[in-house]
């Protein structure tokens, strides 16, 4: 396992370089890192919740530390980052007027951060959400208007959606009941962090639900991308389902396991990086229609099996690969 976390730092330096800290205990090097992008932050977060004041007291103080200014406080999204929520951090930010939003939340609250910075920042263009559906729709306004997004700093609390590391936006339509997206370059956090052990004290059914999550952004990657991105999508999925799999067993035995963590946090990293090299199918769309019925990691892992299945023929040493994993 040792062999697979050093080869998961590995590729995960390989994808971020310096602008992504990870691994246990480095929540304190919070403020170094929103310093690097600006000094005025906003600051959104599980407020409401009880077990957020250690953390959000350890953030503020490495926050102030740095010399970066907390302009305001904002609760974070709700599930699935409803419409409304996203409205809500994103009159937090035209008020507060902060140069940073500092996100310490788990994906949905990541993914609406992005879409209220969005239209913090292109709002005058279009001032509702839907325009902003689909792809590289947010770049095209920045380059037709010389702007950019407002950048934010994320840090994950849970393992599984990598929203802090990627291009995409999953936000809910409550009425419909209908996940939409925006997927866009310029949505990318410029910096990130997930402190892994801040996953520790996770119920079981979202570090479950965060693992299959994981699982299927590296398989479905992997048995979608061209034969050209296929080594390393590989290499990615490999390593990943390897650390998921370990990681998951052992903390459904002991969910203070530091060593599970880190190797969960890693995977699902990992997961991460495989949806900026190719793109997922069938089990993530579709799961998209049941979020009033079951959590995303749920609804994925459900689907997965019926569609590996359905690709095999076309697939099979990629499957075989994966295959040897389990």
């Not at 599930?79 to 930010?93: C, F, G, K, T």
């Amino acid at each position: 396992m040792t062999e697979s976390r050093q080869k998961a730092e590995a590729l995960l330096h390989q994808f971020k370089e310096n602008r992504y800290l990870f691994g246990p205990g480095v929540l304190g090097q919070l403020g170094e890192l929103v310093a690097q992008v600006g000094n005025k932050a906003l600051l959104v977060g599980r407020f409401e919740s009880a077990w957020f004041g250690v953390i959000w007291e350890q953030a503020t103080t490495s926050l102030k530390a740095a010399g970066v200014e907390i302009v305001g406080e904002c609760q974070g999204a709700a599930p699935n980052a409803p419409y409304e929520d996203v409205y809500r951090i994103q009159s937090h930010i035209l008020h507060k007027k902060p140069d940073v939003v500092v996100v310490i939340d788990s994906g949905s609250g990541i993914d609406a951060a992005k879409a209220a910075v969005t239209l913090a920042s292109l709002g005058d263009l279009q001032p509702e959400v839907g325009p902003w559906f689909g792809v590289g729709k947010v770049t095209s306004a920045c380059e037709r208007m010389g702007r950019r997004i407002l950048p934010m700093v994320p840090c994950m609390l849970a393992a599984g959606s990598s929203a802090h590391l990627t291009k995409y936006s999953n936000i809910t339509d409550i009425t419909h009941n209908q996940k939409k997206l925006i997927i866009d370059e310029a949505i990318v956090p410029p910096r990130a962090m997930f402190d892994y052990s801040l996953t520790a004290t996770a119920p079981l059914s979202l570090t479950l639900d965060g693992a299959f999550d994981g699982l299927a952004h590296c398989c479905e990657v992997f048995f979608g991308v061209p034969e050209e991105q296929k080594e390393l999508a590989g290499e990615i999925c490999e390593t990943a389902l390897d650390l998921i799999i370990s990681g998951v067993r052992k903390a459904t035995q002991n969910p203070q396991d530091i060593e599970a963590r880190h190797d969960l946090g890693l995977g699902a990293d990992l997961g991460g990086y495989a949806i900026m090299v190719g793109g997922t199918s069938g089990p993530h769309l579709n799961s998209f229609s049941l979020v009033d019925v079951m959590a995303h990691g749920r609804a994925c892992a459900l689907l997965e099996p019926y569609y590996t299945v359905f690709f095999a023929p076309a697939v099979e040493d990629r499957v075989r690969r994966v295959g040897q994993v389990y």
